[in-house]
């Protein structure tokens, strides 16, 4: 059924805690995704929906499973929390997928752990759905991110503000250590366990780095370029992840722990959702910083692994950070060339980019639509078809001059792209016409919440093809009336 080898079960017991998930009372099934399983060699019937739904609650054990707990410590909001560790979530092993890949298997919301901290352990219906669809979304998008294997009702309500049906989530990824796992142990001076986690990252994400002359310092490096790229891919789709805590930032370089992310609607680089964000730590824009930062607190725990003196480890860590900004903004002005439709490098590419995202700004332009309808713009056509393109585009701003100024620029850039270059297809392979929107969202859960799931299923299957235009899915391209927006977002615990 699972051809489990936990390798991180095989860890000395100080990186975790053996915990079994707590059975409920009546799991029903919301979704499986067979394609995931068959990828991952999962052995499952996917017309056995007890079976499913008893799996992936935690009330049936697989064969071969090792449950545990990871600890870890983190930054959150900038202050430093010594232990924190999976709270509601447990780990149920490893499995080598048909590419070779190693994923772990975690049910999130399975009941509690030694690392709970008073809490209760469980997930509610909402933040399941969130997760799910913003993890499969990604997916679709090309942007590495934790996968959704399935979702389940526990049938049995958790209580928050007020009671709400409770579920499990069951998430795949290509490892779960943190940042916050190396902070674990640099906290307790534990130099021999921040070696072991060194190695283990490296055998499992990297063993190309074995070869190195300085593996751990290549180590960093890799993290930090992993991560730099990823946060470019956020930032050209309009995401803001909304807790980019040290505890939340993968060494693996996939986005991970979706809780109250959100994507742009109307483009405002100060943009916050999450409701915790009150200092705008984690605003749109804010982003690229903070990676850097939470790359230097990886860097901090790494610094006796670099170098025996201390001022050399210092030196070759400052090394890693600087180039974090230079490869995000190389990564950043090649995802908005691709969304402009350029091939070619210029000078004024930056310049380009930015005088449309301060038109879009000012004009409260939508993000997703004004680069959709741009690129429907460099496909089309002389004559009315143009003229209509052009219309569409410039009517997204308020007031609309900002965008008329700015389409010559972009035109005459365009035209120093060499003859065979297609623009207009590259542009629809990077420019979006339907994301996630956090009204689409909200809806789906309402929905949930009533017991009618149909919305959730059209809007996975809306996002499965987010590039491609389909007339049926028409409607979740639109942008929210200004009653439908959402304002803020919440965290799943």
């Known amino acids: 059924m699972f051809l489990f080898d936990n390798s991180y079960a095989r860890l000395p017991e100080r990186f975790h805690a053996s915990v079994y998930p707590e059975a409920v009372s009546g799991p029903v099934l919301i979704k499986f995704n067979e394609a995931l399983a068959k990828n991952l060699s999962l052995d499952l019937d996917p017309k056995d929906t007890n079976r499913l739904a008893a799996i992936f609650a935690g009330n049936v054990l697989p064969p071969g499973a090792e449950p545990l707990a990871m600890a870890y410590a983190g930054h959150q909001f900038g202050n430093f929390v010594p232990q924190l560790g999976d709270g509601r979530a447990i780990l149920l092993g490893e499995v080598v997928d048909v590419e070779g890949v190693r994923r772990d298997i975690q049910l999130k919301g399975a009941g509690p752990t030694p690392f709970s901290r008073r809490g209760d352990g469980r997930a509610a219906l909402g933040p399941v759905l969130r997760e799910y669809i ?10 590495p991110a934790t996968r959704a294997l399935a979702a389940v009702l526990s049938g049995e309500p958790v209580y928050r503000e007020q009671p709400v049906p409770g579920a499990v989530f069951t998430r795949v990824a290509a490892s779960h250590v943190r940042v916050g796992t190396f902070q674990f142990f640099a906290a307790r001076e534990d130099q021999e366990a921040i070696r072991l986690l060194a190695d283990y990252g490296i055998d499992r994400h990297y063993p190309d780095l074995k070869q190195e002359p300085e593996p751990y310092l290549a180590l960093l490096q890799r993290v930090s370029d992993r991560q730099a790229a990823l946060i470019a891919r956020w930032l050209s789709i309009g995401f803001i992840h909304g807790v980019m805590n040290t505890d939340n930032m ?66 070759k860590a400052n090394e890693v950070l600087k180039s974090f900004g230079e490869t995000f903004q ?3 002005i090649a995802a908005f060339r691709r969304k402009l439709g350029l091939g070619l490098e210029e000078a004024g590419d930056a310049e380009l980019v930015q005088d449309l995202l301060t038109a879009m700004h000012e004009g409260r332009a939508d993000f ?10 460099a496909g089309a056509e002389e004559g009315q078809k143009a003229l209509a393109a052009e219309a569409a585009f410039t009517e997204g ?52 919440m009533e017991g009618d799931l149909k919305p959730f299923e059209r809007l996975l299957e809306a996002l499965a093809e987010p590039y491609a235009d389909r007339a049926e899915f028409d409607e979740y391209r639109e942008a929210p009336l200004d009653e439908q927006k959402v304002r803020l977002t919440f965290c799943g615990t």
Not at 401 to 424: F, G, S
């Open 368 to 377: 997703t639509l004004t680069f959709r309808r741009l690129t429907d713009l």
């Open 134 to 143: 913003i993890s499969e979304a990604f997916a679709a998008l090309g942007i």
């Open 397 to 448: 701003f308020m007031p609309w001059e900002k965008a008329e100024e700015w389409l010559p620029r972009w035109r005459a850039r365009l035209a120093r792209e060499p003859e065979r270059h297609d623009a207009a297809s590259l542009m629809r392979s990077v420019n979006p016409a339907i994301i996630p929107r956090n009204h689409r969202i909200e809806q789906v859960i309402r929905a949930a």
């Open 250 to 315: 993968t060494i693996s370089g996939e986005s991970i722990d979706f809780g109250p992310c959100a994507f742009l609607d109307e483009y405002d680089p100060m943009k916050v959702f999450s409701s915790i964000d009150r200092q705008g730590r984690y605003a749109y824009r804010n982003q690229p910083g903070i990676g850097q930062w939470n790359i230097a607190r990886l860097a901090e725990c790494l610094l006796p692994l670099l170098d025996a003196d201390e001022e050399k480890a210092v030196g």
């Open 330 to 332: 190389s990564h950043w």
